[in-house]
Protein backbone atom coordinates (compact mmCIF):
# COMPACT_ATOMS: atom_id res chain seq x y z
CA UNK A 1 0.00 0.00 0.00
CA UNK A 2 1.47 3.14 -0.98
CA UNK A 3 0.45 6.35 0.97
CA UNK A 4 0.57 10.07 -0.17
CA UNK A 5 2.05 12.33 1.92
CA UNK A 6 0.67 14.88 2.35
CA UNK A 7 -2.37 13.35 2.04
CA UNK A 8 -4.36 14.69 -1.16
CA UNK A 9 -7.17 17.12 -1.57
CA UNK A 10 -10.74 15.48 -1.03
CA UNK A 11 -12.34 16.26 -4.45
CA UNK A 12 -14.14 19.14 -4.68
CA UNK A 13 -17.42 17.64 -4.04
CA UNK A 14 -16.61 16.61 -0.53
CA UNK A 15 -15.16 19.50 0.79
CA UNK A 16 -17.86 20.82 2.06
CA UNK A 17 -18.33 17.96 4.90
CA UNK A 18 -14.52 16.57 5.02
CA UNK A 19 -13.13 19.96 5.91
CA UNK A 20 -13.34 21.92 9.44
CA UNK A 21 -15.43 24.31 9.24
CA UNK A 22 -11.78 26.56 9.58
CA UNK A 23 -10.73 25.47 6.37
CA UNK A 24 -14.39 26.38 4.41
CA UNK A 25 -14.87 29.33 6.73
CA UNK A 26 -11.01 30.96 7.37
CA UNK A 27 -10.63 34.00 10.15
CA UNK A 28 -9.41 36.25 7.55
CA UNK A 29 -9.68 36.93 3.92
CA UNK A 30 -8.16 39.76 2.20
CA UNK A 31 -10.14 42.30 0.14
CA UNK A 32 -10.06 45.61 -1.32
CA UNK A 33 -11.79 48.66 -1.48
CA UNK A 34 -13.09 50.59 -4.66
CA UNK A 35 -9.99 53.28 -4.34
CA UNK A 36 -7.85 49.83 -4.13
CA UNK A 37 -6.94 50.02 -0.42
CA UNK A 38 -6.80 46.85 1.46
CA UNK A 39 -8.75 45.63 3.77
CA UNK A 40 -9.15 42.21 5.66
CA UNK A 41 -12.44 40.74 6.16
CA UNK A 42 -12.64 39.31 9.66
CA UNK A 43 -14.74 36.05 10.81
CA UNK A 44 -17.29 37.03 13.25
CA UNK A 45 -19.12 33.50 13.73
CA UNK A 46 -20.30 30.17 12.37
CA UNK A 47 -23.80 28.91 11.73
CA UNK A 48 -24.82 25.37 12.81
CA UNK A 49 -25.47 23.34 9.44
CA UNK A 50 -29.35 24.16 8.44
CA UNK A 51 -31.53 22.88 6.21
CA UNK A 52 -31.71 25.77 3.31
CA UNK A 53 -35.16 26.69 3.87
CA UNK A 54 -34.01 27.74 7.14
CA UNK A 55 -31.12 29.17 5.71
CA UNK A 56 -31.81 30.83 2.54
CA UNK A 57 -34.96 33.44 1.43
CA UNK A 58 -38.06 32.03 -0.42
CA UNK A 59 -36.11 33.72 -3.65
CA UNK A 60 -32.86 32.36 -3.17
CA UNK A 61 -33.40 28.66 -2.26
CA UNK A 62 -31.72 26.37 -5.12
CA UNK A 63 -33.38 23.13 -6.38
CA UNK A 64 -31.41 20.02 -5.47
CA UNK A 65 -30.03 21.88 -1.94
CA UNK A 66 -28.79 19.22 0.67
CA UNK A 67 -27.94 21.51 3.27
CA UNK A 68 -26.57 25.21 4.03
CA UNK A 69 -23.41 26.86 5.71
CA UNK A 70 -23.55 29.73 7.13
CA UNK A 71 -21.02 32.22 8.59
CA UNK A 72 -20.48 35.70 9.42
CA UNK A 73 -18.07 37.94 8.61
CA UNK A 74 -16.97 41.89 9.64
CA UNK A 75 -14.34 43.89 7.25
CA UNK A 76 -11.24 45.51 8.78
CA UNK A 77 -13.13 48.48 10.50
CA UNK A 78 -16.20 46.41 11.44
CA UNK A 79 -18.61 48.97 9.83
CA UNK A 80 -20.28 46.39 7.52
CA UNK A 81 -21.22 42.67 8.11
CA UNK A 82 -21.88 39.92 5.60
CA UNK A 83 -23.22 36.55 6.08
CA UNK A 84 -22.20 34.17 3.50
CA UNK A 85 -24.19 30.91 2.88
CA UNK A 86 -22.82 28.02 0.82
CA UNK A 87 -25.92 26.33 -0.77
CA UNK A 88 -24.40 22.60 -1.08
CA UNK A 89 -26.45 21.17 -4.26
CA UNK A 90 -26.89 17.44 -5.19
CA UNK A 91 -24.97 18.45 -8.74
CA UNK A 92 -24.40 21.84 -10.61
CA UNK A 93 -26.39 24.71 -9.91
CA UNK A 94 -28.50 26.01 -12.45
CA UNK A 95 -27.17 29.17 -14.43
CA UNK A 96 -28.05 32.70 -12.47
CA UNK A 97 -26.84 36.03 -12.32
CA UNK A 98 -23.94 37.51 -9.74
CA UNK A 99 -26.62 39.05 -8.46
CA UNK A 100 -29.94 37.04 -6.55
CA UNK A 101 -32.92 38.09 -8.10
CA UNK A 102 -35.15 40.96 -5.78
CA UNK A 103 -37.12 39.42 -3.31
CA UNK A 104 -41.12 40.06 -2.99
CA UNK A 105 -42.46 42.92 -5.44
CA UNK A 106 -42.64 45.26 -2.54
CA UNK A 107 -39.21 44.40 -1.64
CA UNK A 108 -36.23 45.71 -3.90
CA UNK A 109 -33.44 43.68 -1.93
CA UNK A 110 -32.15 40.62 -3.42
CA UNK A 111 -33.38 37.55 -2.46
CA UNK A 112 -30.11 35.98 -0.58
CA UNK A 113 -28.81 33.99 2.64
CA UNK A 114 -30.40 34.98 5.79
CA UNK A 115 -28.03 36.72 7.89
CA UNK A 116 -27.31 34.86 10.67
CA UNK A 117 -26.34 37.43 13.64
CA UNK A 118 -23.63 37.04 16.48
CA UNK A 119 -23.89 38.27 19.64
CA UNK A 120 -21.24 40.08 21.57
CA UNK A 121 -19.49 41.97 18.41
CA UNK A 122 -19.99 43.97 15.42
CA UNK A 123 -22.81 41.40 13.89
CA UNK A 124 -24.95 41.37 17.00
CA UNK A 125 -27.59 43.38 15.25
CA UNK A 126 -27.20 42.28 11.87
CA UNK A 127 -30.59 40.75 11.01
CA UNK A 128 -33.26 40.26 8.33
CA UNK A 129 -33.72 43.64 8.58
CA UNK A 130 -30.70 44.82 8.08
CA UNK A 131 -29.41 43.75 5.14
CA UNK A 132 -28.74 46.17 2.15
CA UNK A 133 -27.03 44.26 -0.70
CA UNK A 134 -26.61 40.42 -1.92
CA UNK A 135 -24.44 39.09 -4.34
CA UNK A 136 -24.42 35.14 -5.29
CA UNK A 137 -20.84 33.36 -7.03
CA UNK A 138 -21.49 29.76 -8.56
CA UNK A 139 -19.39 27.59 -11.36
CA UNK A 140 -19.66 24.40 -12.65
CA UNK A 141 -19.38 22.45 -9.29
CA UNK A 142 -22.38 21.62 -6.76
CA UNK A 143 -21.97 25.15 -4.44
CA UNK A 144 -23.32 28.14 -4.54
CA UNK A 145 -22.30 31.33 -2.32
CA UNK A 146 -24.91 33.99 -1.33
CA UNK A 147 -24.45 36.72 0.96
CA UNK A 148 -26.04 39.42 2.57
CA UNK A 149 -24.38 42.95 3.54
CA UNK A 150 -24.85 45.72 5.75
CA UNK A 151 -23.42 48.11 8.15
CA UNK A 152 -22.99 46.82 11.96
CA UNK A 153 -24.32 49.65 13.63
CA UNK A 154 -27.89 47.44 12.72
CA UNK A 155 -29.67 50.71 10.64
CA UNK A 156 -32.25 49.00 9.09
CA UNK A 157 -32.96 48.79 5.14
CA UNK A 158 -35.27 51.78 4.10
CA UNK A 159 -36.90 51.75 0.55
CA UNK A 160 -34.41 54.32 -1.51
CA UNK A 161 -31.69 53.27 0.25
CA UNK A 162 -28.80 52.11 -2.36
CA UNK A 163 -25.76 50.18 -1.16
CA UNK A 164 -22.81 51.82 -1.29
CA UNK A 165 -19.89 50.79 -3.53
CA UNK A 166 -18.16 49.74 -0.96
CA UNK A 167 -20.72 47.86 0.53
CA UNK A 168 -21.44 45.80 -2.34
CA UNK A 169 -17.86 45.41 -2.64
CA UNK A 170 -18.10 43.24 0.31
CA UNK A 171 -21.02 41.36 -0.88
CA UNK A 172 -19.49 40.24 -4.08
CA UNK A 173 -15.71 40.26 -3.03
CA UNK A 174 -17.17 37.82 0.48
CA UNK A 175 -18.81 35.35 -2.16
CA UNK A 176 -15.90 35.19 -4.78
CA UNK A 177 -13.46 34.40 -2.24
CA UNK A 178 -15.19 32.00 -0.33
CA UNK A 179 -16.22 29.91 -3.41
CA UNK A 180 -12.50 30.42 -4.74
CA UNK A 181 -11.80 28.85 -1.66
CA UNK A 182 -14.09 25.28 -1.90
CA UNK A 183 -13.59 25.18 -5.78
CA UNK A 184 -9.86 25.91 -6.04
Known sequence: MTMLWPPAEPPVADRWRLW???????????????????????????????PCAAAFQDGARLPGCLTALRATYTESTQTFVATAG??????????GP???????????????????????GPAEL???RQY???????G????VVLTA????????????LAATPR???????????LHRRLTG
Open 140 to 143: PERY
Open 98 to 120: STPPAGRSTDPRPATVRPYPVQG
Open 167 to 177: LRGVAEQLARA
Open 126 to 128: FGQ
Open 149 to 160: AGYSDGRPYTRG
Open 20 to 50: PAAEIFPAQLPGTTPSGARTTYVLVGIAPES
Open 132 to 138: ITGARES
Open 86 to 95: IAVLTGPPPA
